[in-house]
């Protein structure tokens, strides 16, 4: 099945990772502690080496040009940044320019996410996302990082403020997967309120340097689909879901009001001032895994999910790559241009990746005839990398990667996408 060929002009084809997963020995984080705590980690594995992206990484843009990719995402450690509470690192800042200048240099788009899940440690031990301070914190960090790299030779023009954040609320204060692992509606919701906050206090900062500067956040959207049709209690809990998981984080950036509810907790409304008057959102990154199946339960919180029952991926994701199609034009609604800032999958045996690769790109092709402003896909990932609480066991690369050689060794996927970009 080839592709139509109705991708627009500028397209961006890529690749994407965060700091934490795949740059090595980082200082001291939420992630870096949790990785080190005893049963956190599935296989037992850290990302103290990662794969070196830190010193490694024009092995890595030239393979992204080899692949024929023109935009490459990647994130700033903020831990990296302020190792210490309002104390910067200038010299770790000047590595992230010489980094993001190489990325440049190859012929690459950078797409710089400021923050991908790990927090410095001083401040998750303030409170974390639910820190008193934690929106202005935010704010002054990507305010100090966009003015330098908006400015020759990285000008990064492109940006995204947080990934995924109700996935971190989701597995940090509801499941307790990740750090902090505590299981609290009332945190978790507060939690959601406060990255809200921030990622505004953010825009203000970033606004103000002035240029044509495109702000966003990386939000996981999930196609919930209620197990069974005629069931009205399943049928609420995906639409639940739908709204609150998917929309309503996305909604308070496009307009200020910031309120969350969920069984058992409730932030009351507030209603945050956009900067300079207009949505904090230019364009939408969406992170697209599959779809998940909602079903209504007895008890408190009163629904869960499941996977559907197609192909499973190797961490038992489903593939679902139709509900691309409708992820894709349920978020046009708000408007903005989408870019596709994940999509893949965990297949260490590689059979499962070309024809993945294929599908979805087809479905965002889909999209576009539909309507869908699509501005770009970037696939996750290059190189295997370290994949938070599963560890270095699950391989998301169109690259393998050697933990033992540091050797990377594109697998027979990345021809496929290759000829893919190629053939557009
Ligand atoms: C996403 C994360 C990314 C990676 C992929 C597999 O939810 O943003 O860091 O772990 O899943």
Same mark, same amino acid.
């Given at each position: 099945m080839a592709p139509r060929k109705n991708f627009p002009e500028g397209f961006f084809w890529g690749v994407g990772h965060s700091a934490f997963q795949?740059?090595?020995?980082?200082?001291?984080?939420?992630?870096?502690?949790?990785?080190?705590?005893?049963?956190?980690?599935?296989?037992?594995?850290?990302?103290?080496?990662?794969?070196?992206?830190?010193?490694?990484?024009?092995?890595?843009?030239?393979?992204? &040009?080899?692949?024929?990719?023109?935009?490459?995402?990647?994130s700033i450690a903020w831990e990296r940044i302020e190792p210490e509470a309002g104390c910067y690192d200038e010299e770790a800042l000047d590595h992230y320019i010489k980094i993001v200048a190489s990325c440049r240099a190859h012929g690459l788009e950078p797409v710089v996410t400021l923050h991908h899940f790990a927090l410095p440690l001083w401040l998750a031990r303030e409170g974390g996302l639910c820190a008193e301070g934690f929106a202005e914190r935010f704010g002054a960090y990507a305010?100090?990082?966009?003015?330098?790299?908006?400015?020759?030779?990285?000008?990064?023009r492109w940006w995204m403020t947080f990934n995924e954040p109700l996935v971190m609320v989701n597995m940090g204060y509801l499941i307790a997967e990740w750090p902090p692992g505590l299981k609290s509606p009332a945190l978790a919701m507060?939690?959601?309120?406060?990255?809200?906050?921030?990622?505004?206090?953010?825009?203000?900062?970033?606004?103000?340097?002035?240029?044509?500067?495109?702000?966003? !956040?990386?939000?996981?959207? &999930?196609?919930?689909? /209620?197990?069974?049709?005629?069931?009205?209690?399943?049928?609420?809990?995906?639409?639940?879901?739908?709204?609150?998981?998917? &929309?309503?984080?996305?909604?308070?950036?496009?307009?200020?009001?910031?309120?969350?509810?969920?069984?058992?907790?409730?932030?009351?409304?507030?209603?945050?001032?956009? /900067?300079?008057? &207009?949505?904090?959102?230019?364009?939408?990154?969406?992170?697209?895994?599959g779809r998940m199946i909602a079903v209504s339960t007895a008890r408190a919180?009163?629904?869960?999910?499941?996977?559907?029952?197609?192909?499973?991926?190797?961490?038992?994701?489903? !593939?679902?790559?139709?509900?691309?199609?409708k992820v894709l034009k349920d978020a046009s609604r708000f408007g903005l241009p989408l870019l596709i800032s994940e999509n893949g999958l965990a297949d260490a045996?590689?059979?499962?990746?070309?024809?993945?690769?294929?599908?979805?790109?087809?479905?965002?092709?889909?999209?576009?005839?539909?309507?869908?402003?699509v501005i770009g896909y970037l696939h996750w990932s290059l190189t295997d990398n370290f994949e938070w609480a599963f560890?270095?066991?699950?391989?998301?690369?169109?690259v393998a990667y050697n933990y033992d050689t540091a050797k990377r060794r594109p697998r027979d996927s990345f021809n496929v996408y290759r000829q893919m970009i190629e053939d557009e």
């Open positions: 795949v740059e090595g020995s980082p200082r001291d984080s939420d992630w870096r502690e949790w990785t080190h705590t005893k049963g956190k980690i599935a296989d037992g594995t850290d990302a103290e080496k990662a794969t070196d992206f830190w010193n490694r990484y024009e092995e890595d843009f030239v393979l992204a &040009r080899e692949l024929g990719a023109n935009c490459f995402r990647l305010g100090r990082v966009v003015a330098r790299l908006m400015q020759s030779p990285t000008s990064v507060k939690a959601a309120k406060n990255l809200v906050r921030a990622h505004f206090q953010a825009v203000e900062k970033i606004r103000a340097l002035g240029g044509d500067l495109q702000v966003s !956040i990386a939000q996981h959207w &999930r196609d919930f689909q /209620p197990r069974r049709f005629w069931n009205p209690l399943d049928y609420a809990a995906a639409a639940y879901l739908n709204h609150v998981f998917n &929309r309503n984080f996305v909604k308070a950036l496009m307009t200020g009001r910031n309120s969350w509810w969920m069984p058992g907790a409730r932030e009351r409304l507030e209603i945050l001032v956009l /900067p300079q008057g &207009r949505p904090t959102l230019d364009y939408l990154g969406i992170n697209y895994y919180p009163f629904l869960t999910v499941e996977e559907g029952p197609g192909p499973k991926t190797d961490l038992g994701w489903e !593939i679902c790559a139709p509900s691309l199609v045996a590689d059979t499962k990746r070309g024809d993945f690769l294929r599908r979805h790109i087809e479905a965002a092709s889909e999209a576009i005839a539909l309507g869908a402003n560890g270095l066991t699950p391989r998301f690369g169109l």
